[in-house]
């Protein structure tokens, strides 16, 4: 009996131990959900998500809809409501896991203990990006923004690579 106790503690504890950085395996089951919110300047309210699956399926949603961001979002009723506009591309596994593969190395499942709100360092943004990610069973997501440099830059990028900004004329003005 003890020696099963002990066996369960140092799992738990090893698990804890655990290194962030891996070698990425391709899966179906891989995905990776970044979002960015604007919060000032002339794109305040609106939202990006891109959605990355391991099987090369991306989604990308655009608008000032809280269904760009929260696919549970029910205020029907809201002026915003119908603004959520989406674009679905495939990519080829070696670029799914290319992409995948640099999120870890830039730190996607390090665990950080501090949020940016009791940060007094924490940059001012005009955006503020949140990723959410399960790649081989290891999981990450958290409630504040994303302030590491390093992997905020590799999220930037990422949202670069899929995300071709709609001309202004069509985008709906904010009051």
Known sequence: MILVASVLVLAGCL??????YF??????LNWVIIRQHYMTGPMAGY????SIHGNG???VSEGTSALVSNSFAYNTKSDTWGDNHKAR????EEETNMIFQDLVNNGLFVKRERSIFSEESAPIENAFIYVSANIQNKTTG??????DPDLLDSLKMTIAWFYQPRPASKKPTLN
Request: glycine share 4%.
């Open 142 to 147: 958290s409630p504040d923004p994303v302030t």
């Open 89 to 92: 591309t495939t990519i080829s």
């Open 57 to 59: 399926t991306v989604e």
């Open 15 to 20: 698990a804890q131990w655990e290194n962030p």
């Open 47 to 50: 939202h990006v998500k891109v």
């Open 23 to 28: 070698v990425v395996k391709p899966s179906g």
